[in-house]
Every structure is written in structure tokens, then in C-alpha cells.
């Protein structure tokens, strides 16, 4: 296995940069706009399967637009729903904005289980719908801001990568897809 992943992110590095908005469509505009950030794949009314939020069952709906800045992932999510989640957690701790990063679990047991002996608390555990993959998210909020998101590695060929290869050489037309 290369130390790199296809987009250039290193194996044990950060590969997504995570941010919550108000309004999906205006900062998908605007990161695309400013930045040059895209194109942005979007997936409305987002609902992991099995997911459980500080020991509760979480049914959090939430829409998330995935696009590329160089080889670094920017996820932009709109909560949905009203109820307590991670995502109302982060809002209301620090308002719109940063949210959490993703490093990919090459092993995701064994990350996970590192993270907790190393502090982290497991803040949401869940499965990606219509799929066998797992997420967590941790926070440690002593040493870092936001939270941490372990991601399977299979995210990175289903997902990521593709998302990646649309932004390269992307000419800034059909700045949002729909996510498939």
C-alpha cells in the first residue's frame, strides 16, 4: 500500500476538512466562488443507518456536499432535523463553521480503539447507508477543537477518490452533482 492516497493526502493524515452551514446551497456557491472549491457532490436528507449520538439513537437528517481543494476533501453539512446531534452539539458550542476533520481508519477497530486509550471519547458511531462501512466521530476536547471522524478505507476508492478525479482540471461549470 502506497503512503499516499490517489488525491495526495498522506495515509495517517487528515484527508477531510468538515464545516457546518446554515444554508447548503449559498456555501457551496460561495466556497466554489471564492475558493475554487468543487465541484461539489450533493446528498440531501442524509440519515446514517445504526447510528447512536452520546448513547442515544440518532436519526439526525442532514444534507452534506463533498468537493475538493487541491487533495484536501471539504464536507459542508445543513442540519435538517431539530433533534440533539453532533452537528447541533458543534453549532451550538461554537456556531456555523469548522465542525470536525476525517483521517481514515486503515484498520478501524484498532484506530478506534487507539484513539479511546489515548482520551478520545466516541462521540457518534453508525454505518453509511446501503453500504457495510462503519464511521465514527471522537472528540478530545482538552487537545483539539471540533471533533475527529475515523472513515473507512473503502470510502476512500468508493467516494473520495472519484469526488477528487471530477475536481481535477475542473473548469468551474456544473459547480453541484448530485451525489450517486
Do not use: C
Not at 56 to 66: G, L, N, R, W, Y
Not at 92 to 105: K, L, Q, W
Amino acid at each position: 500500500m502506497s503512503n499516499l492516497f490517489p488525491f495526495g493526502q498522506p495515509v495517517k493524515g487528515i484527508v477531510q476538512m468538515a464545516y457546518t452551514v446554515e444554508n447548503i446551497h449559498a456555501a457551496m456557491d460561495a466556497w466554489s466562488t471564492q475558493y475554487g472549491v468543487g465541484p461539489f457532490f450533493l446528498n440531501e436528507g442524509y440519515v446514517g443507518e445504526n447510528s447512536v449520538f452520546r448513547g442515544q439513537p440518532d436519526t439526525t437528517s442532514f444534507d452534506v456536499a463533498m468537493g475538493f481543494s487541491g487533495g484536501m476533501m471539504i464536507e459542508l453539512i445543513e442540519v435538517k432535523t431539530p433533534a440533539p446531534s453532533i452537528y447541533h452539539e458543534g453549532i451550538e458550542r461554537s456556531g456555523y463553521g469548522f465542525h470536525h476533520v476525517g483521517i481514515v481508519a486503515t484498520d478501524f477497530d484498532a484506530d478506534l480503539a487507539r484513539y479511546r486509550d489515548q482520551g478520545f471519547d466516541l462521540v457518534v458511531s453508525g454505518n453509511i447507508p446501503e453500504t457495510p462501512f462503519r464511521y465514527a466521530y471522537l472528540e478530545n476536547p482538552g487537545m483539539f477543537p471540533g471533533y475527529l471522524e475515523l472513515i473507512p478505507p473503502q470510502v476512500v476508492a468508493v467516494m473520495m477518490t472519484p469526488i477528487y478525479r471530477a475536481s481535477v482540471g475542473w473548469s468551474g461549470k456544473n459547480p453541484v452533482r448530485p451525489m450517486k
